[in-house]
């Protein structure tokens, strides 16, 4: 037993090793490349920007784009739907530029693996383990000591985007950043009808329905003061800046900004990935409920 315990433990420190140097090159080459989007003076797409690092995709140089432009005076972001932090669209601003921030996840387990993660004890960073709802995300924001101005929020909760950031006005951030759902089109402002509990993996077996359409984000854009400036390469994240902050950044239209994403993560009945693309996706949960943002009325996909 003390044997394999032993053998155990070299194995840890190993990939724990391993793990450290692999994060210090990508630290180092997306440090080099953050210096080369602050010199970047325009650019007609946001993908341009593109790098990643701790990002799914390339929304950290986006990020570091944004910032070195936008007229930011309050180093610290709000983020939710972080599951483990690994994998997030601050973690990055938290390393690099050492900026503050909070993190919220519904998962008790994502919660503790943060805190044991070194971030935790080297960086200004607060946890939070709630299930978000439009009723729970200022008192949730505003108990961890934060209102007003902030540099960042970034929305990704697979449901309630469109309404969770209709809602919060505890917090005044000058970049926002909200996944939507390239599959509801670019036409219509629609989202998924307001549930607290939504769960996108229950709410239909297909795991598409879900979320906001980019038209609607951007009216709600308009209606809080912000300017959309692009989306990034895959389709899944639309950016948003305050417009008295805008600096030398150039707002887009839904049409010049709306990106199609190639994910194919439709499920069939059972669970199983069925791999649909382009249009197939939306025949798939066509008919469905959906709440135009416009008329204030629910009406089918």
């Known amino acids: 037993m003390r044997k394999i315990k032993r053998l155990l ?24 490349l953050s210096r080369q989007n602050k010199a970047l003076q325009q650019v007609s797409d946001l993908a341009e920007t593109e790098f990643r690092v701790f990002s799914q ?4 140089g986006i990020i570091q784009y944004l910032i070195s ?3 930011i005076s309050d180093n610290t972001f709000v983020e939710f739907g972080v599951e483990n932090y690994i994998e997030s669209n601050t973690r990055f601003l938290l390393v690099n530029d050492n900026w503050s921030g909070l993190v919220i996840d519904g998962s008790e387990k994502h919660i503790n693996f943060i805190k044991t993660d070194d971030i935790y004890y080297q960086h200004d960073l607060t946890t939070l383990c709630a299930f978000i709802t439009s009723e729970n995300i200022n008192e949730l924001i505003s108990s961890s000591g934060l209102s007003g101005e902030i540099g960042l929020l970034s929305i990704d909760i697979d449901g309630n985007d469109y309404w969770i950031w209709k809602a919060i006005n505890v917090v005044n ?27 996108r993996t229950k709410a239909h077996y297909s795991n598409l329905y879900f979320g906001t359409s980019l038209k609607a984000l951007c009216l709600l854009a308009e209606e809080k003061g912000y300017a ?3 989306s990034n ?10 417009k008295e902050r805008l600096g030398s950044l150039v707002p887009r239209s839904v049409e010049e900004g709306y990106v199609q994403s190639k994910f194919r ?11 649909l693309s382009g249009k197939s996706r939306y025949n798939l949960i066509k008919g469905l409920p959906v709440y135009n943002v416009i008329t204030g009325q629910v009406e089918e996909l």
């Open 233 to 242: 390469s895959v389709g899944t994240n639309a950016y948003f800046v305050k």
């Open 228 to 230: 959309f400036v692009g």
């Open 9 to 32: 433990s070299i194995f840890t420190h190993s990939v724990y090793k391993s793990r450290k140097t692999q994060q210090a090159d990508l630290l180092l080459l997306g440090k080099m």
């Open 69 to 71: 432009k936008a007229e």
């Open 173 to 199: 951030p000058t970049i926002v950043i909200v996944e939507y759902n390239s599959v509801l089109g670019s036409e219509r402002a629609i989202t998924v009808p307001y549930k607290p509990d939504f769960i």
């Open 265 to 275: 993560e439709s499920r069939d009945v059972n669970g199983n990935l069925t791999y």
């Open 57 to 60: 995709t390339g929304d950290d």
